[in-house]
């Protein structure tokens, strides 16, 4: 079912303030996932949202919650998210960082008990577009196994950066499995098979069968150095926030637990040469124009893809399955009844 | 040919002070070659030395000089490295860092003109030694094409992050390159093909003939989001330090440039948790001990390897060419006669 952006932006906000959040809060947290949404991203976009009002609904989600902060160090923010939604609690982290950043240079927030932040990339940007360089580092419950294993054991570890350029920002924003869980699950819904790499079963044996994998482990990107960079990370976080391991981290994904995972922002002030950002656009434009391996299939920069999609889905409007899409309107009706 | 590694060391502290190394550079810059043989990265140990020596002999690399530097905010260093020796900078630079964290929380230094750092693991480990979190960036000249292009436009962009825990470090230091340059000149040497994949050759098509790979394009690891990731680091380091991008870095290979490329070093301090210490090595531990795909390779964290051949070669010394042993011997004797 294609829907205007606005439309379900809207729908996903007003859920939300009726699920008791300040409408700061509900307007937050909708953008979130509609940013999933229009950027092609769908396992970050709206069908999070009838799991997240149920967390709400059983008081494992807190919508009024914007996190308990505290300066530990003039440039080290601690931050307890006492089961706020993630986007509120990592907006007012980095506006803080923000705030702190122009006399520290640089800035960290290490978030727990936070609940999950949707796409990263909006967090980077946000910084970008305040003239920094951005960091955002996240962790999940144990999804991945890891190089030459057989067990879900690491978290997804997804990684965004930002770099502010004399035009769009650069904005990466990965994973570090070969593919999210979100795809996976998208695969056992359409019955489809999964590629051979992608992930194990609950034995530790390979498997193309996406509803055999829901039950075991993603691979890891990139073999041994992929694992490593994801462990990296989820140790980063993990020090950082003084939040559990993925085998302990609860409630990103389930409707039984709050949310015990960390997150970890990095703000840092960039060199101050006044030719910089210039450079930075020059330097990504000739990767873009530089002669790529099929020609049919331009070098792109991170992304470039994610940019193209959003324009086009906010012309076009967003695919949403028509359960999810009834479900949500269903809910509305209810509500209004009540 | 198989050398103590004390006697390795000591010649190449002693060439380096020949050279005009005052004794503590030569004795840091010295102890990094020999960190490269003793954990089996020949490509960063002895045979960086000729090459190295000429750059001083040329005035390319100045083995006096300490870094410039300047706190532009309270948490954040910039450095002019002057040429200086990789080591001698970056460790001063770390040092003041490790001064300042404990008012700040995080530290950040950039870091621009010193000479190449050698292998980044021992400048992640002297920062978790003194208790902290840290990652270390570099670049290079461009060596690594874009995903889906066909010319070397990035640099080999290597990270390291180390953590304490409540045993040796977790350490983590990769190129976001598939294999090192170093180690296509390895095979080149040796009359090796090297495995598809690895590298393009100077027309941008897919080569196995290490020769022709010398002259073109090494492949990112891990497809688009190893590009991805490679690139991110590329801006972070060029970004901060305001150093230039890969097609325009020099000295860190030739003997014709100063060297003109960015580092990068965070330091943050990790939560203060009494038990995360104790925690994160035995999430580690659970990972080593998970049940191996093929059970003879078990699961193993970054740094295993390095640290386990580290303590063989320390045994039984390093494996050094015959050539490269008779040039720096014979260097030896020139320097005594003249």
């Known amino acids: 079912m294609r829907i205007a952006a606005e439309e379900a932006r809207a729908l996903a906000r007003t859920l939300l303030e009726r699920a008791g959040a300040p409408v700061a809060h509900a307007t937050l947290q909708a953008d979130v996932l509609l940013e999933g ?35 530990r160090k003039a ?19 980095i506006d803080a960082l923000l705030s702190r950043v122009g006399q520290t240079g640089v800035a960290v927030a290490a978030v727990r008990n936070a609940n999950h932040l949707g796409m990263l990339a909006g967090y980077v940007e946000r910084i970008a577009a305040a003239g ?27 990684i965004a950066v930002a770099v502010p350029t004399a035009g769009a920002p650069f904005v990466l924003d990965l994973a570090t499995s070969v593919v999210s869980m979100g795809k996976i699950h998208d695969h056992a819904l359409r019955g489809a098979t999964i590629p051979q790499g992608w992930a194990l079963d609950a034995n530790g044996d390979p498997t193309t069968d996406a509803i055999q994998a829901k039950s075991g482990a993603i691979a890891p990107f990139g073999g041994a150095k992929g694992y490593a960079l994801g462990l990296a ?16 981290v609860r409630g990103t994904l389930d409707a039984e637990h709050k949310a015990n995972k960390g997150d970890v922002f990095i703000v840092i002030e960039p060199n101050g040469a006044p030719e910089l950002a210039e450079r930075i656009s ?12 099929d020609p049919s299939r331009p070098v792109t920069v991170p992304g470039d893809g994610a940019r193209a999609r959003r324009e086009a889905a906010l012309q076009g409007g967003i695919e949403i399955p028509d359960q999810l899409w009834r479900d949500l309107q269903s809910r509305l009706s209810k509500d209004i009844q009540s």
Do not use: C, K
């Not at 709206?46 to 308990?68: F, K, M, S, V, Y």
């Not at 996240?138 to 978290?155: Q, Y």
């Not at 990370?233 to 302990?248: K, N, R, T």
């Not at 020059?282 to 391996?293: E, H, I, N, T």
């Open 233 to 248: 990370f989820e140790l980063l976080v993990g020090a950082l926030a003084g939040s559990p391991f993925a085998p302990d």
């Open 37 to 71: 949404e229009l950027r092609g991203h769908p396992s970050h976009g709206l069908q999070r949202l009838p799991r997240l009002l149920n967390r709400i609904e059983r008081g494992l989600a807190d919508p009024a919650a914007t996190g308990a902060q505290s300066w």
């Open 132 to 158: 920094s360089v951005g960091i955002a580092l996240s962790t999940s419950e144990a999804l991945v196994h890891p190089h030459g294993g057989t067990r879900a054991m690491l978290g997804t570890n997804p």
């Open 282 to 293: 020059a330097y990504l434009d000739a990767l873009r124009s530089s002669r790529p391996a």
């Open 75 to 93: 440039g080290l923010l601690e931050v307890d998210g006492n089961a706020g939604l993630g986007p509120v609690v990592a907006t007012r982290a």
